[in-house]
């Protein structure tokens, strides 16, 4: 198993986006896309929380968002787990971060492993 | 008569009026300064925290807490879902098991509530959020709930107003930079109105 | 007028998603979607030719990408405008970076003004 | 018989060829590195050149690498596009609007190519791209174009051959850090095989 992935977005287009060029570099990593709420812009909880079940394959999940709420949504999910080796939000352009994210995953990384290769995104091109 | 649950539960109800009548405005604030939507998230969420008390009136203060929180975060689409479903939460379990609440326990609820959007959203005083009226509030002392609750809206209603010269440094408002600078934020303005209503409910009791 | 922007991405879902979320801040704004190549994934230079001509408000385009090939068309289309005057590549983080620049544009800030926002997207939140 | 637009037209047509013998190798390079695209980027790339060429046979050299260079930037949807195109582009500027090319121009061809992909790219001898193969064909000389670009061919080949033990440092397979080691990288590779095809053309001329 590798790492899995959760994208929360306001936009259920944006996220799933993100899942499909960041699948590009990683075809064994599940990416799930956690975007959009009831129809529309916003962020979903559940949306969230079931992601990360989809996600979860035993070696951790890491989630990255986009702006404001999604940021919060995802820590509030990841809190309601009790436990922090299962899920990690993770501070990083979220387009970058996640194309990392999942590359390093795809390698076989470790959550830590995969959460730093997020965190240095944006230095590679 | 004392505050239990079916006083809180009230109270919860009469505040979602509040804010379906408030909807537009806080619509425009958030237009101002954020994508439109904070008046039309609470006035939905609110709606449904009203049928889930509906449905089934929790038996203690704290249980009446926690449903709003749980509610709120589930069917609020932006930062006011987490931000006062935390907080709601955080009061809940200030008040614990009590049947009915104190002067102490709310002041409690209030501090706790503060900590909770504090812990969610990093905010502090003067970055232009529902900080800045949260926590004056929970600084606010009386001898019984009713004054309490009014000196915690009086305060609110100030650091709402406090709010419109800042620079916004958290939420999307920060995006605006300068711009931010003479609009009124509309979180700070929902807590405000919701420890309004709260206050009014308590003087009724 | 404002500032126009396009969003450049391998995926088209990933370009909408992105305009619908800093379009929810910036009304006025002119956003385009400059997403996806020949129905799949990659990056399609006509679409961003075209989509800086939509965007084009006689205030200047900025161009957002996600990764790799997306900056080299974006710079290719800009250079075949011959004029640097009239739009401008930002390397930005994508999705912060077109919030900020699209509430960059919303406020009347100049071409110039945009870029920096976008620039900075990544301190704010 | 002098190396004529048709000659080049044809030269290109042969490479197209060589360019879909070798899709599948392409992609498995691609696909260790990248997104698996790279051999059906220029396959499909390098047939609507052949169907451009077929409709019209550009007059000089020069402009049957313009054409090149314009359906290769609007047909490849990754980097090869704008990179092999550029490098195209910049290859017919060098060689203006002469009726043959001479070693001479064909030297000045090559290293305008490099400097397309270098100028579009921003990558360094040693980043692991087709930079590592296009550098030193740019650099080999020869009194006739045969030997010119077959000693090209050679240098691009072991250029090429040297990406294996480098971390790459641009493109997609940056995102791969010490894994990329031991991978041939793609469009390296897609340089030598261009670069090899061409030689073969100007043998038979
Ligand atoms: N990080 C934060 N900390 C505290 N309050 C915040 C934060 N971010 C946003 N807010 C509050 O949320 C309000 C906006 O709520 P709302 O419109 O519902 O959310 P969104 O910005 O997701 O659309 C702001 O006016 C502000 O008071
Ligand atoms: N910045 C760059 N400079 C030079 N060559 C590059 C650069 N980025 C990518 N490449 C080359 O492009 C090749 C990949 O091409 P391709 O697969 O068609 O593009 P993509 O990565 O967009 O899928 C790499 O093997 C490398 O040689
Ligand atoms: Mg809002
Ligand atoms: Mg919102
Ligand atoms: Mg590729
Ligand atoms: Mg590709």
Redesign the pocket.
């Known amino acids: 198993m590798t790492v899995g992935i959760v994208i929360v977005s306001h936009s259920a287009a944006l996220a799933a986006g993100v899942v499909e060029v960041a699948a590009a570099m990683a075809p064994d990593v599940v990416l799930v896309a956690a975007g959009g709420f009831d129809g529309g812009l916003g962020t979903d909880i559940d949306l969230v929380s079931n992601g990360i079940a989809a996600a979860q394959g035993g070696d951790g999940v890491v989630l990255l968002y986009d702006i404001?709420?999604a940021k919060m949504v995802a820590d509030l999910a990841v809190e309601m787990l009790g436990d922090p080796e299962q899920a990690a939000v993770v501070d990083a352009p979220l387009v970058e971060g996640a194309v990392a994210s999942a590359v390093a995953a795809q390698g076989g990384a470790t959550l830590d492993e995969v959460l730093s290769a997020a965190a240095s995104a944006l230095n590679l091109e | 008569m004392g505050c239990d649950a079916r006083s809180v539960a009230a109270a919860v109800v009469a505040a979602a009026g509040v804010v379906g009548e408030h909807r537009d405005e806080l619509v425009r604030l958030?237009q101002a300064?954020?994508?439109a939507?904070?008046g039309e998230?609470?006035r939905r969420g609110f709606g449904f925290v009203v049928s889930a008390l509906d449905e089934s009136t929790p038996d203690t203060p704290g249980a009446v807490l926690k449903l709003v929180a749980s509610v709120l975060i589930s069917k609020?689409g932006?930062?006011?879902?987490p931000?006062f479903g935390t907080s709601f939460l955080r009061a809940a379990g200030a008040v614990g098991a009590a049947e009915e609440l104190t002067p102490e326990l709310v002041s409690a609820a209030l501090g706790a509530a503060l900590g909770g959007?504090v812990a969610?959203?990093?905010?502090e005083l003067g970055?232009k959020?529902?900080?800045d009226a949260l926590a004056p509030a929970a600084s606010a002392r009386g001898a019984d709930i009713p004054t309490l609750l009014t000196a915690a809206a009086i305060a609110a209603d100030a650091g709402a107003e406090s709010t419109i010269p800042l620079v916004a440094r958290?939420?999307?408002?920060s995006y605006l930079g300068e711009r931010a600078i003479g609009h009124l934020?509309?979180?700070?303005r929902s807590v405000a109105l919701l420890l309004r209503s709260f206050a009014n409910s308590a003087m009724g009791l």
């Open positions: 404001g709420s | 958030d300064m954020g994508d939507d904070h998230n609470l609020v932006g930062a006011a879902g931000l959007v969610r959203g990093k905010a970055d959020t529902m900080v958290k939420g999307r408002a934020d509309p979180g700070a």
